[in-house]
């Protein structure tokens, strides 16, 4: 094979390699919050083990069950895709109950409940926005949010609520973990990952 050749192959295939790149570069919004990380589409946590080393929570039982947790003042709410072993699909972190007021305190602390760039509870959206760029959909009152808050966010207005929703996609129908951010008077006080279908 002669230089021009190699040259020519040798550019086809960076090319290749730049275009597989663009697909990941498209990306956006939390790979992990806290003890759950879901880096790719479809992907989800084995729960044997995050129950050996946190505990179970107090659990809802059914198709679609869940865990919460009260960790040093705040709610975190686990929940299981209901295929095969159900393993863990999405995680809720947030400074009001999610869903239900009881919680229990896990075996250990889940650490840092922050996103993988840091991002926490108290952030203003301009943070986040700095953080992790535009959302892909913006919600604010005007849309009718309270059919998409939580009942026992009874004490939060909903006038008040903007959320920011973020969907990872690394190539054309391929998509991967979505998330949630939730503002308060410009406030966070909660963040959804998922990679519930």
């Known amino acids: 094979m002669n230089v021009s050749r190699v040259v020519i192959v040798a550019l086809i295939l960076i090319g290749l390699g730049a275009c597989t790149t663009k697909k990941y570069q498209d990306q956006r919004g939390p790979k992990c919050l806290g003890p759950i990380c879901l880096e790719r589409s479809k992907q989800y946590i084995d729960a044997e083990p995050f129950f050996e080393k946190y505990g179970v929570g107090l659990e809802r039982k059914g198709k ?6 009260m960790d040093d003042g705040v709610f975190v709410y686990i929940s299981r895709y209901h295929g095969e072993n159900r393993p863990i699909e999405g995680i809720v972190v947030s400074k009001y109950p999610c869903y239900s007021k009881l919680a229990l305190p896990p075996k250990q602390s889940f650490g840092s409940l ?40 009874s004490s939060v207005n909903p006038k008040d609520i ?9 190539a054309e129908d391929d998509y991967g973990p979505w998330s949630l951010f939730f503002f308060e008077k410009d406030v966070l006080i909660a963040m959804e990952l998922s990679n519930a279908l």
């Open 64 to 69: 679609f069950p869940a865990y919460w947790y």
């Open 114 to 153: 922050v996103t993988e760039k840091g991002v926490e509870l108290g952030a203003t959206l301009e943070q986040v926005v700095g953080v992790y760029g535009q959302p892909n959909q913006l919600y604010t009152s005007a849309q009718g949010l309270k059919g998409q808050l939580p009942e026992t966010w």
């Open 162 to 170: 903007t959320i920011a929703r973020y969907e990872n996609t690394y």
